[in-house]
């Protein structure tokens, strides 16, 4: 079993920055990739960013630049680093990994960007 639990929502003014936190329970976090999905109204789910067991990253087109991935394994912690936010990145994000063939997910944490 993997709990997921988000934070770091709220809201922004376009421009600003926000540090969104996904910490994991269960053993052996290090072993499995990480990710970050994004879900606006009416619109679905899609990926922000993912950071594999080994430190590699990637990116949706819409965030490259913007956006960081990372994790501390020590922690059992991923984070993703969101600057110069737009209206556009207004949504619910939430945290995945997937492990046994299963997804997990956790319940999400609303960003606003608005002014």
């Known amino acids: 079993q993997v709990q997921l639990v988000e934070s770091g929502g709220g809201l922004v003014q376009p421009g600003g920055s926000l540090r969104l936190s996904c910490a994991a329970s269960?053993?052996?976090?290090?072993?499995?990739?990480m990710g970050w999905y994004r879900q606006a109204p009416g619109k679905q789910r899609d990926l922000v960013a993912a950071?594999?067991?080994?430190?590699?990253?990637n990116y949706a087109d819409s965030v490259k630049g913007r956006f960081t991935i990372s994790r501390d394994n020590t922690k059992n912690t991923v984070y993703l680093q969101m600057s110069s936010l737009k209206p556009e990145d207004t949504a619910v994000y939430y945290c995945?990994?997937?492990?046994?063939?299963?997804?997990?997910w956790g319940k999400g944490t609303l960003v606003t960007v608005s002014s």
């Open positions: 269960g053993t052996f976090f290090s072993l499995y990739g």
């Open positions: 995945n990994t997937k492990k046994g063939g299963m997804d997990y």
């Open positions: 950071v594999t067991s080994g430190g590699l990253t």
